[in-house]
């Protein structure tokens, strides 16, 4: 739940920069890329951190290797956050960012269903959840350049 805040906060905040006068934010899909990649960074910093436990637990049982797909999904957060940022490879990372949080949805489901929690905390439940996964997806695709929306 706590990255989903930060995607609309920092949304938000950037906006709100741009619209005060800071040319660079003054668009809405680049304020939205700024967010994805505070969304994403708040989001990778859980695979190294006191949350890393829980994150390997929320795994399925048929991955093999837990520790090192948190890992993994942790370093390509950060990367895709990068890339999300960078013209030249803007487009790229948010294709690969949509095609990993599609992939990260079994550990979602898992960890709903199995009332998991999270810093001590219960998961939001299954439909919340995956709604929550599906504004992530949305929100990448909205900030990529794949889309000249106005």
């Not at 370093?75 to 013209?87: H, Q």
């Not at 949509?98 to 898992?110: G, K, Q, S």
């Amino acid at each position: 739940m706590v990255p989903f805040i930060a995607l609309i906060v920092s949304f938000l905040l950037f906006r709100g920069i741009g619209l005060l006068g800071l040319t660079y934010w003054n668009d809405w899909q680049t304020a939205l890329q700024w967010a994805v990649a505070v969304m994403l960074l708040l989001g990778a910093s859980a695979h190294w951190g006191r949350r890393r436990s829980d994150l390997v637990r929320m795994v399925p049982p048929f991955f093999p290797q837990k520790e090192w797909i948190v890992t993994v999904t942790g370093m390509l957060e950060i990367a895709g956050a990068i890339g999300i940022l960078l013209p030249a490879f803007s487009a790229a990372a948010s294709v690969c960012l949509i095609l990993l949080l599609i992939a990260m949805l079994p550990a979602n489901i898992y960890a709903a269903r199995m009332n998991m929690t999270i810093g001590g905390k219960p998961v939001p439940k299954l439909a919340v959840r995956v709604g929550i996964q599906l504004i992530f997806i949305t929100a990448v695709l909205l900030a990529s350049p794949l889309l000249f929306l106005p």
